[in-house]
């Protein structure tokens, strides 16, 4: 495993996740329940997600050199403006109606909730970036679901407070601007390979 290649993962992957619908949904789903069983349901369908990415980036690891670089790239870039586009677009999305309590009843309905939100959702698209340019799907995954289960974390205890403190938008910006260095990243690598 390499520590680097987590690190990087975690940094990319945490503020694309951000101001994502799905930490507003868990926002919500704190709001409304005990926080364990939200985050219980939460970190499973994240987990599964980071999986999916992790191989869908490995099958993308099979292009020759020079065309992954290429590929890691418009994806990267396509990430950037996906971000840019949304700046804060999500504030408002959340699930509406309540789920039945208890702890297996909360945390089924937020695993539902958050895995059928996440998929397609852009820190796959970002995770499955990362896999196919580091080739270490152990880092990029580990790293990655860490990034996705703090920001679970954040929003079901104290997701109010920090979008008080930093708005959606300034943080999708942060979020594009990391994806479009990465790109030119694979750009200059697809140049030079």
């Known amino acids: 495993m390499n520590l680097a290649v987590c690190a990087v993962a975690f940094t990319l992957v945490l503020p694309a996740e951000l101001p994502d619908k799905t930490a507003f949904a868990s926002l919500v789903l704190g709001t409304r329940h005990r926080p364990l069983p939200v985050f219980a349901?939460?970190?499973?369908?994240?987990?599964?997600?980071?999986?999916?990415?992790?191989?869908a980036g490995g099958l993308l690891s099979l292009l020759p050199h020079r065309v992954l670089d290429v590929v890691v790239a418009a994806l990267f870039l396509f990430s950037a403006w996906l971000l840019?586009?949304?700046?804060?677009?999500?504030?408002?999305?959340?699930?509406?109606?309540?789920?039945?309590?208890?702890?297996?009843?909360?945390?089924?309905?937020?695993?539902?909730?958050?895995i059928v939100a996440e998929f397609g959702d852009l820190t796959q698209i970002v995770i499955a970036n990362l896999a196919a340019r580091y080739h270490d799907p152990l880092s990029v995954g580990l790293g990655s679901v860490l990034a996705l289960w703090v920001v679970a974390a954040l929003a079901i205890t104290g997701g109010r407070g920090l979008l008080r403190v930093i708005p959606a938008r300034v943080i999708s910006m942060l979020a594009a601007a990391a994806m479009a260095a990465m790109a030119a990243l694979s750009v200059v690598a697809a140049i030079s390979a």
């Not at 700046?87 to 408002?92: C, Y």
Request: net charge positive; aromatic share 8%; charged share 25%.
């Open 84 to 114: 840019w586009r949304r700046r804060g677009q999500d504030e408002d999305e959340a699930p509406e109606r309540r789920v039945a309590k208890g702890f297996l009843p909360v945390a089924a309905a937020s695993f539902a909730i958050v």
């Open 41 to 55: 349901g939460v970190a499973a369908a994240f987990a599964v997600h980071t999986c999916l990415a992790v191989v």
